[in-house]
């Protein structure tokens, strides 16, 4: 029984790893860019990830927490 409550009383440590990167391409007059390619670079990991613009112009792209240059 105590161990069991024991248990229930540990902290619970997460941590995020990853996440999105969202946005639009468009042009200097507002119109909006579909299939431009947009590049994302983790120097310091030497990483790079490349996506499409949507129809729409919208783009989304999986990342990591460290510093990007877009």
Known sequence: MVLGLLAF????????????ILGSVQDTS???IPGAKVTATARNLG???????SENGTFSSPTCQ?????
Do not use: K, N
């Open 9 to 20: 009383c540990l902290p619970a440590i997460a941590q995020v790893t990853s996440g999105t």
């Open 30 to 32: 507002g119109a909006i």
């Open 47 to 53: 990483v790079t990830r490349t996506v499409t613009s």
């Open 66 to 70: 460290e510093p990007l240059t877009i």
